[in-house]
T-cell receptor, first 116, second 113 residues
Framework: AQTVTQSQPEMSVQEAETVTLSCTYD???????LFWYKQPPSRQMILVIR??????QNATENRFSVNFQKAAKSFSLKISDSQLGDAAMYFC?????????????FGQGTELSVKP | DAGVTQSPTHLIKTRGQQVTLRCSPK?????VSWYQQALGQGPQFIFQ???????QRGNFPDRFSGHQFPNYSSELNVNALLLGDSALYLC????????????FGDGTRLSIL
């Protein structure tokens, strides 16, 4: 069975600085998708960034980028120029290939606080 | 363009009762997934509906059941409620069952007394 582990329950960053959130996963599949979701106190789960396992290039979305290490099964999220609005719970999630359905497997989450 | 909408926002029930939660997917989406998120935890997959059928199910008892309607909206039913069913229930929609990302609603907070 696939698992996702986030080993940092809490992280803190100064406004305008850079922070990296860690995520490791376990799977025997070669084709899969990885996601980072953000959940502010409003509760809505917002997609931050997505990575397809077959792509070697790391995904980027504005201030958000990932470091995808397939052999190490590692998928970290880097937030550059942190803003107060980035404060939230961040979840790493795994989804198998197309024929495995759309089930998302989430990690335990990392609570990010941003200090002004 | 309306996103994923869930109702009600908050619900209080007592042990042994039954509850129905509702979800309308984002416009253009035809697949609905349900997740349970206990306080301080990541969401856990309950099941997924596509073409009005349950396509995939997580490790949840038969007390949890669902339905998808022809307009793609969905219901989650939980019978014989237990204290441990207290959680945030999230609905997510997507197009098809493949690689499209899932979009989440704001959730329904269910409290069991």
């Amino acid at each position: 069975a696939q698992t996702v582990t986030q080993s940092q329950p809490e992280m803190s960053v100064q406004e305008a600085e850079t922070v990296t959130l860690s995520c490791t996963y376990d799977t025997s599949e070669s084709d899969y998708y990885l996601f980072w979701y953000k959940q502010p106190p409003s509760r809505q789960m917002i997609l931050v960034i997505r990575q397809e396992a077959y792509k070697q290039q790391n995904a980027t979305e504005n201030r958000f980028s990932v470091n995808f290490q397939k052999a190490a099964k590692s998928f970290s999220l880097k937030i550059s120029d942190s803003q107060l609005g980035d404060a939230a719970m961040y979840f790493c999630a795994y989804r198998g290939s197309y024929n495995q359905g759309g089930k998302l497997i989430f990690g335990q989450g990392t609570e990010l606080s941003v200090k002004p | 363009d309306a996103g994923v909408t869930q109702s009600p926002t908050h619900l209080i029930k007592t042990r042994g009762q039954q509850v129905t939660l509702r979800c309308s997917p984002k416009s253009g989406h035809d697949t609905v997934s349900w997740y349970q998120q206990a306080l301080g935890q990541g969401p856990q997959f309950i099941f997924q509906y596509y073409e009005e059928e349950e396509r995939q199910r997580g490790n949840f008892p038969d007390r949890f059941s669902g339905h998808q309607f022809p307009n793609y909206s969905s219901e989650l039913n939980v019978n014989a409620l237990l204290l441990g069913d207290s959680a945030l229930y999230l609905c997510a929609s997507s197009y098809g069952q493949g690689g499209q990302p899932q979009h989440f609603g704001d959730g329904t907070r269910l409290s069991i007394l």
